[in-house]
């Protein structure tokens, strides 16, 4: 098991500007969900796949988009940065479908400064 | 609405002293509801998921438990290593949307 591998670890963007963030699934995890983690609050969810389709999400908008591709890596897409976009962005995989409530294998996180 | 609430927002405890932290939420059905523990500067590290009111679990000085209205998280004789930020987080039926607590950060003092 190699474990959930995210990148870029930090990120600098300026303010309207677009950002592509990647997550290496962990071997077998075909659910994979994104979150948002600003300093000292805890994760908001942004969106789940299933098997490179969208699965759920949560209260974010459309400029926040994603993609999961058939080896279950995934992107995190967002246009149109915003300073209040600054945070932590964190992947998590799970094995098989979602709502079954197996846990999920969180990756370190990708920091994004927009400024 | 859906929400988490997690008390208290900070927890010091000798070595030894044992202690619960509180998840309280509100969820349009529970599809289940997690404890992760996060370090700083690292993802949450998976630890209990539970399903139904009455529900158990334990891992080494940790044990879950979970009610209709909350969970606990009872910690038995920390050590200082058990020092991180405990976070509670449900999974509703509806959407499958996760909804996480701001955390209980935990101090245990040798």
């Known amino acids: 098991e190699t474990g959930v591998t995210q990148s870029p670890t930090h990120l600098i963007k300026t303010r309207g500007q677009q950002v592509t963030l990647r997550c290496s699934s962990q071997s077998g995890h075909n659910t994979v969900s994104w979150y948002q983690q600003a300093l000292g609050q805890g994760p908001q969810f942004i969106f789940q796949?299933?098997?490179?389709?969208?699965?759920g999400r949560g209260n974010f908008p459309p400029r926040f988009s994603g993609l999961q591709f058939p080896n279950y890596s995934s992107e995190l897409n967002v246009n149109a940065l915003e300073l209040d976009d600054s945070a932590l962005y964190l992947c998590?995989?799970?094995?098989?479908?979602?709502?079954?409530?197996?846990?999920?294998?969180f990756g370190s996180g990708t920091r994004l400064t927009v400024v | 609405e859906d929400q988490v609430t997690q008390s208290p927002e900070a927890l010091r405890l000798q070595e030894g002293e044992s202690s619960s932290l509180n998840c309280s939420y509100t969820?349009?059905?529970?599809?289940?509801l997690f404890w992760y523990r996060q370090d700083p500067g690292k993802g949450p590290e998976f630890l209990f998921t539970l399903y139904s009111a009455g529900e158990e679990k334990e891992k080494e000085r940790l044990k879950a438990t979970l009610t209709k209205k909350e969970s606990f998280l009872h910690i038995t004789a920390p050590k200082p290593e058990d020092s991180a930020t405990y976070l509670c987080?449900?999974?509703?039926?509806?959407?499958?949307?996760?909804?996480f607590g701001t955390g209980t950060s935990l101090t245990v003092i040798p």
């Open positions: 987080a449900v999974q509703a039926m509806t959407g499958n949307q996760f909804y």
């Open positions: 998590a995989s799970s094995p098989g479908a979602p709502g079954q409530g197996n846990g999920y294998t």
């Open positions: 796949y299933y098997r490179e389709e969208e699965n």
């Open positions: 969820v349009s059905g529970l599809r289940g």
